[in-house]
């Protein structure tokens, strides 16, 4: 008896295991100017250097159809996120900007984040996500 517990004890506890559960995170990106070029899109957790391209967490390169553009991030951890965007229209990987360092391209973040002389912080972007969610964004 003492063997059918020892080998079969460990089998029941097999269904026991935590399960690890992962959600998506899906954007529509609109307000693009024109379908020229690309829509570039990162998302950061709140250790990423956000929101330096380059320096995300995941990042995509997609197309813009009607102009707009929809993304999916699959198989994250529950959490925080936030979302970068900006449209590339002239496919040189980069956002330009003017002599004074204001971006010459449309971009925008979650929550239609903005300020007026710099980038929202994390937390102004950043979006719970428990379950699969699906966000809008407006390029500007």
Avoid: C
């Amino acid at each position: 008896m003492l063997f059918l517990k020892s080998v079969l004890l460990p089998f029941l506890f097999l269904g026991l295991a935590p399960q690890t559960t992962t959600v998506d995170l899906s954007a529509i990106i609109k307000g693009f100017p024109s379908n020229q070029g690309t829509a570039f899109v990162a998302i950061y957790r709140k250790t990423d250097a956000f929101p330096v391209f380059g320096k995300q967490y995941i990042g995509k390169a997609i197309a813009i159809k009607n102009n707009e553009a929809r993304i999916i991030f699959t198989g994250l951890s529950v959490g925080s996120y936030a979302v970068a965007v900006y449209h590339d229209i002239n496919n040189n990987k980069v956002l330009d900007k003017n002599y004074l360092g204001i971006p010459t391209e449309s971009y925008g973040f979650s929550n239609n984040a903005r300020r007026t002389f710099s980038a929202p912080s994390f937390a102004e972007a950043a979006v719970v996500v428990n379950n699969s969610k699906t966000i809008n964004i407006t390029v500007k």
